[in-house]
Each structure stands twice: as structure tokens, then as C-alpha cells.
């Protein structure tokens, strides 16, 4: 497989395939929101769009990063957010890198939003669709946030051989900025068990898959077929 590593402000033309990662916090937050029952996960423009979108739609579920905010429902902590019942909503999610890497890529024929936790069932996707050139888009801090790529090299190397140990790449999104900023309370809208939820390699069993829906970008899970299926 043909990968290649670009930041959001890199990206000149659409991908045809691309993975954007974010460990830190947003799509360990979309995978758990899924987990919690959401149906799907609006990626918002901007804080007003997703404020806008919660007041055509009061049953959506408004998230955003950083501190909580007057119209918003939850922020942007898996920690806080397992243990909300999202059984059958509509989550609007507007974070600072992560739906903002997505956003950038909607044109692609293909956007998978992908993190550690979802790690395995992302590569196998991109192996099942054999996809032989894909864009990984690192999204924080202009593309050298260190969780970031170390997640975006670990799913590039299980996609092309399955025996990559992860230990290495966990290890590095461990001693990132970012997991420091979030541990020392840097960071607001945060529960001590973020880092530890963000390293958690493989949680979920499910892919998240980005597509335009009448023009809102909008994330769902996506079933990968086991190896024991024959995938
Ligand atoms: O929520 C996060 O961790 C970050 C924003 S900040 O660095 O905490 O302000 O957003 P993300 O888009 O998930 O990287
Ligand atoms: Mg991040």
C-alpha cells in the first residue's frame, strides 16, 4: 500500500481514499459515541453550524471540544461521554482538529475517521477494499501531532502485513503533547481516564466511515468482517 502522511493544510487536492486520525480526542470520542448507541455523527463546519443544526433538530446531541458552552449538550471526552445513553441519536460533533480533517477531505471517494481504538477494523477495511493508495491526514498540530502519526503509521503497516505490534506506536501517543496537556490539565472538558481510553488499542470492533449527506458530512460505523469470517 502507497501511504502517505499530510496535514491538514498539505492537503491541495481530494484524496481518493483518506484516513484521518485523531487520537486525542475526537474520533476516540465518535467510537465511543457509537458504542453508546448513536446513530450517527454530524461533523460540524463550525460551532454556530453545529448550534444551528441542535436548533433545527433539539434531539441532536450538540458536542463540542474544550470547556462545555451555553446549547451544547456534551464535550469532547470519551471518559464523560461512556457513560451517556446515545441510544438512537444524532451526535453533532465540532472539535479543533479532528472534524476539521475530515471536513477537509469530503470530497474523497472514501473517508475513514480512525483512531486506536478502531485501529484493526480500519486496516482491515482498507485491506477488504484494497485500497492500494491512501492518504492518511495527521490532525493535530499541523500535522505533527505525535499521537496523530503514530496511529496513522501503525494503521498503514497492519493494513499492509497483519503482524505489526502496536506497543511501539502506543508508546509514542503516550508521550505525546497532547496525552501530557490532557493529563495536566491543560486541557479542559476532561476526565482523568482520557488517556488511558485513547490508548486502548482495538476497543471497538467497527470502522467509521464519513460520507456527504445532503451536504452535511456525516460519520456512521461501519461492520469490518473478521478474520475468522474469512475478510
Ligand atoms: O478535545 C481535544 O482534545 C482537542 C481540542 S483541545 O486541544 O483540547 O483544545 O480537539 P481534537 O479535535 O479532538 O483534537
Ligand atoms: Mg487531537
Redesign the pocket.
Known amino acids: 500500500m502507497n501511504a502517505r502522511f499530510l496535514g491538514i493544510a498539505e492537503l491541495v487536492e481530494a484524496p481518493s481514499v483518506a484516513v484521518v486520525v485523531?487520537v486525542?480526542?475526537?474520533f476516540t470520542?465518535a467510537a465511543w459515541a457509537f458504542a453508546q448507541g448513536a446513530e450517527k455523527i454530524v461533523l460540524a463546519e463550525s460551532l454556530d453550524e453545529a448550534l444551528a443544526l441542535k436548533a433545527r433538530h433539539p434531539d441532536w446531541v450538540a458536542l463540542k471540544?474544550?470547556p462545555s458552552a451555553p446549547g451544547f449538550d456534551a464535550v469532547?471526552s470519551p471518559g464523560l461521554l461512556r457513560f451517556v445513553d446515545l441510544g438512537g441519536r444524532t451526535v453533532v460533533q465540532k472539535?479543533?482538529?479532528?472534524?476539521v480533517g475530515a471536513l477537509a477531505v469530503k470530497e474523497a471517494s472514501l473517508v475513514l475517521c480512525a483512531s486506536f481504538v478502531v485501529a484493526e477494523a480500519t486496516a482491515r477495511l482498507l485491506r477488504a477494499r484494497e485500497c492500494d493508495s491512501v492518504t492518511f491526514v495527521v490532525?493535530?498540530e499541523d500535522g505533527r501531532a505525535d499521537e496523530d502519526l503514530a496511529c496513522a503509521q501503525y494503521i498503514a503497516r497492519r493494513a499492509a502485513e497483519a503482524g505489526t505490534d502496536a506497543a511501539q506506536f502506543l508508546r509514542r501517543a503516550g508521550e505525546s503533547r497532547?496525552a501530557s496537556?490532557?493529563a495536566e490539565g491543560v486541557?479542559?472538558?476532561v476526565h482523568p481516564d482520557d488517556v488511558a481510553l485513547c490508548l486502548e488499542l482495538d476497543r471497538f470492533p467497527f470502522a467509521m466511515v464519513a460520507a456527504l449527506e445532503d451536504s452535511l458530512m456525516v460519520l456512521r460505523p461501519c461492520a469490518v468482517p473478521s478474520l475468522n469470517d474469512g475478510a
Open positions: 485523531d486525542m480526542r475526537a470520542v471540544d474544550g469532547n472539535t479543533t482538529a479532528g472534524t490532525t493535530g497532547a496537556e490532557l486541557r479542559q472538558g
